[in-house]
């Protein structure tokens, strides 16, 4: 039997590997090479991400906007757990290029009202509870629950970059590494990591690694320290906290300062969760050498808050140099002025000058709005800014201007 397109591949540890060609999944057995079909899988839409969870001992298989469990005896019967499947007559699903410019229309629910947008990948976790690439967005199953479904809910919005992730896998010490890269991309691969603490909590601790990290690895050891953000608990190594934030490196170090360092946790009572959440990732990525997510790869309602954030707890290098140099690059004419009041009232030098220019240089576009707020509270620096706004466009020897 030859393979049309394959899609995902999958071991279940029982001599079986799980293939996802097409819209149908096919078994290998590893031991004869035998390949045969399970007919109950032929699906309109194609099947997108495929994961065997081994404390259940089930095969779970998912198209762009459900996730089902495949029983694999009797030719494959197809059990929906969450989200929507085409029906026999109905329409056929758009394609990815078509699905690319639909708006989102991901619901957290139970299994009979979830929604999704596009899911990616399915990555089940020993607690029972399964991840699930939607998107851009991380968020989870509890199939645990329910009659064979579960609660879907979002852990963190916008967590995943745009171009799509190609693999994830839990870390021994519990973080989520994410993997993007394609073809496309001259087979460049780019790792990012998701805090243990957004998608953890209530699950026990991770297993450690068989072989120890080197100590001068900065992710060599397990969560130990707890920061409660208005209420929620945050379990973060000590070492991501005190290499990139200055305020955390004094409250964590008896001595230094606060009247509650050496404390064995911190409280950031008036924090959004998801805020911290996403400057958390930031720092993770950083401590670990890798690449911050730009600013505008961010959630657009979550930009200023993080700024914001990152700021209070003095945080500086690759963060907030990802973070300064993403505020222009997601510049809209919407947004472009109240970005520059962000970048003024918080010392972004770059960000400011850069915003700066695409205010002049998009000046019929603009929403001036703000100017006013911007001229008081800046009189000396945008005074060049109010010129070239106001200032006509110049002739040109070619005709029109500029």
Not at 33 to 62: I, K, N, Y
Request: net charge negative; hydrophobic share 40%.
């Amino acid at each position: 039997m030859r393979f049309e397109v394959i899609h995902g591949l999958v071991a279940d540890g029982r001599g079986n590997l799980w293939v996802l060609d097409l819209g149908m999944v096919r078994r290998v057995d590893i031991t004869t090479c035998q390949v045969s079909s399970l007919p109950g899988t032929q699906r309109p839409e194609r099947w997108r991400a495929l994961a065997f969870d081994a404390t259940s001992g089930t095969l779970l298989a998912a198209t762009a906007r459900a996730v089902c469990r495949v029983h694999t005896e009797g030719g494959g019967i197809v059990e929906l757990l969450a989200g929507e499947l085409s029906q026999p007559g109905q329409a056929q699903p758009p394609s990815d290029d078509e699905d690319e410019q639909r708006p989102s229309n991901a619901i957290d629910g139970d299994c009979t009202t979830a929604r999704f947008a596009k899911i990616a990948l399915l990555l089940p976790l020993p607690s029972g509870r399964l991840l699930i690439a939607d998107g851009r967005d991380l968020r989870c199953l509890n199939a645990a629950t329910g009659g064979g479904g579960g609660a879907v809910r979002t852990l963190l919005r916008g967590c995943f970059l745009a171009k799509g992730a190609q693999h994830m896998a839990v870390l021994p010490y519990g973080d989520l590494g994410v993997l993007y890269g394609s073809v496309e991309d001259d087979c460049s691969l780019d790792l990012r990591l998701v805090p243990a603490a957004v998608f953890s909590a209530g699950a026990p601790s991770p297993r450690p690694a068989t072989a120890q990290p080197p100590l001068s690895d900065p992710l060599s050891t397990p969560p130990t320290f707890t920061v409660r953000v208005a209420g929620v608990p945050f379990s973060v190594r000590p070492s991501v906290l005190t290499t990139t934030s200055a305020y955390f490196a004094r409250l964590l170090a008896p001595g230094g300062g606060f009247a509650n360092s050496g404390a064995a946790e911190a409280a950031l009572p008036y924090t959004d969760p998801e805020t911290f959440a996403h400057l958390l990732q930031l720092m993770l990525c950083a401590c670990a050498r890798l690449p911050c997510i730009p600013a505008h790869h961010l959630p657009v309602h979550i930009r200023h808050p993080v700024i914001t954030l990152a700021q209070q707890l003095l945080i500086d290098g690759p963060v907030w140099e990802a973070l300064s140099a993403g505020l222009v690059q997601s510049a809209g004419p919407d947004t472009a002025l109240s970005d520059l009041l962000l970048a003024e009232a918080h010392g972004m030098a770059e960000a400011a000058k850069g915003l700066r220019v695409y205010v002049i240089e998009h000046r019929r576009s603009v929403d001036l709005g703000l100017l006013d707020e911007l001229v008081e509270r800046d009189p000396g620096g945008t005074v060049t800014l109010v010129k070239q706004l106001f200032r006509g466009p110049r002739p040109c020897p070619w005709g029109g201007g500029y």
